[in-house]
């Protein structure tokens, strides 16, 4: 009898932490992963030239620190970002709603988003629509450890 009360009560748990589990959010949808291109803010550096979408400040979470990488062997991109300021007019990746895409807009970057930081550094690696990604510092380091991108500016320092 103690036996079956032990089963029995080990099957009423699993099935409470069945229902106690959240929703997997599927990130493998085409519409996440397909990037949107919004411009970048005029000379005065104050907001973006789609009034919709205007950043007149920026306002980080502040979370995780962020890096710029670039391909590795693209020396133009490197010799050309010194700052955060010198993105504008670039093509940058960043991750939807995170500090990297808040930064890439502000600064005056052709913003490129992507559903997540992999999506952004596949088209980094292998395509030729980024001149580089804002990303958080750890899975910058994760692709420069796996020799894809150098980190160019770690850590951004915000101007």
Request: glycine share 12%.
């Amino acid at each position: 009898m103690k036996k079956l009360l032990a089963l029995l009560l080990a099957f009423c748990m699993i099935f409470v932490l069945a229902a106690c589990g959240g929703a997997v959010e599927d990130n493998s949808s085409n519409e996440s992963s397909k990037p949107s291109v919004v411009t970048g803010v005029d000379d005065s550096g104050d907001g973006l030239e789609d009034e919709s979408s205007q950043v007149e400040s920026l306002v980080l979470d502040g979370t995780d620190e962020y890096v710029v990488c670039v391909k590795k062997g693209n020396e133009a991109i490197k010799e050309k970002i010194k700052s955060i300021k010198d993105i504008k007019g670039l093509s940058v990746g960043a991750a939807y709603d995170g500090d990297g895409e808040k930064m890439a807009i502000y600064y005056g970057a052709n913003h490129v988003g992507y559903g997540g930081e992999n999506d952004a550094f596949s088209e980094l690696v292998g395509g030729t629509l980024l001149d580089c990604v804002i990303v958080k510092k750890g899975a910058g380091q994760q692709y420069q450890d796996r020799g894809t991108v150098e980190i160019i500016l770690d850590p951004i320092v915000i101007e």
